[in-house]
Structure formats: structure tokens, C-alpha cells
């Protein structure tokens, strides 16, 4: 069974789908989800969700498949690694993953994240620290870095 939960947020609504009662996607506001998903907006995801949102979590412990080749898993799992508030250029995310020279790899395996948040590709920066693309848009990258710089010292 697939079941969509959603978390309001300050630039519009995150839905996870959950299938087998793991997370298998993150959507952002403005992408649809499919037809027959049920709704429960009391799961974990929600709770979570809003507890990163007003800087009171981290990091998260949501069940979710991280997905891909060997080669994405490696990347998503460096991502995974960054510390919240901190940024990382693609070539350190390489080098981390065990690539080390796969920078523009990782860079594609960003941009086809399906889990973002969860895993936290807007902690991916370029080399001199300018913002990279983000899927759901610079302004949420750039609100997701203002608000864990905003609360890690904290």
C-alpha cells in the first residue's frame, strides 16, 4: 500500500510516499502525486518535518530505502554525512563516496535525489561555495541553508 503523508512548510507542502512503510520519495509542493495513494498526515515524516523546521532536529530517523546504483548509494550516504549547517562542494561528496574524481556524477545523482531533506543535497554547494541547482528551487535551497545555519550553534 502506498500512502502519501504531507508537511506543511513556510514555502509550500512536502509529501512523502511511503510503500511497505518506508519512504521511498519526497515531493516537493507543486508535484503531484499519483492517483490511489492513501492519505496520513499523522505519520512520522509530518512530526519530524516540522520539528527540523522550527530547528528543533537534525537530523532525521525516518525509514527510508536509499536508492540507486552502488555509485548513487555511496554519494547519497557521503550527503547523508554532512553535518547539519555545514555545506560540502561536489568534489568532497565525491572524494567521500570513494570517487574521487566523479564530481560531475554527483552532481547528477543530486539533481535525481528522490529523498531531498531526508537526504540533504541543498548541503551541496560548488567548490567556492555559490549555491548550487536544487530541485525544488534556489529559494527553498537557500531557506533550508539560512535555517540550519540559523540553528546549529544552538
Do not use: W
Not at 11 to 22: K, N, R, S
Not at 36 to 49: E, H
Not at 99 to 112: D, E, F, H, I, N
Request: proline share 8%.
Amino acid at each position: 500500500m502506498r500512502i502519501a503523508c504531507h508537511a506543511p512548510t513556510p514555502f509550500g507542502v512536502l509529501t512523502a510516499i511511503y510503500e511497505d512503510g518506508v519512504i521511498r520519495r519526497v515531493l516537493f509542493p507543486g508535484e503531484s502525486v499519483e492517483a490511489g495513494v492513501v492519505t496520513d498526515d499523522s505519520l512520522p515524516f509530518a512530526i519530524q518535518m516540522a520539528e527540523y523546521l522550527e530547528g528543533k532536529r537534525r537530523s532525521f530517523e525516518l525509514p527510508i530505502l536509499v536508492p540507486g546504483t552502488p555509485f548513487r548509494q555511496a554519494v547519497y550516504r557521503a550527503t547523508m554525512a554532512i553535518p547539519y549547517g555545514s555545506v560540502a562542494a561536489y568534489g568532497d561528496v565525491a572524494l567521500a563516496a570513494g570517487y574521487p574524481l566523479a564530481m560531475r556524477a554527483v552532481g547528477t545523482s543530486m539533481k535525481c535525489n528522490p529523498l531531498p531533506i531526508l537526504i540533504p543535497c541543498h548541503r551541496v554547494v560548488h567548490k567556492d561555495k555559490r549555491r548550487a541547482a536544487y530541485g525544488g528551487g534556489l529559494h527553498i535551497k537557500q531557506f533550508l541553508l539560512d535555517l540550519e545555519s540559523r540553528y546549529a550553534n544552538k
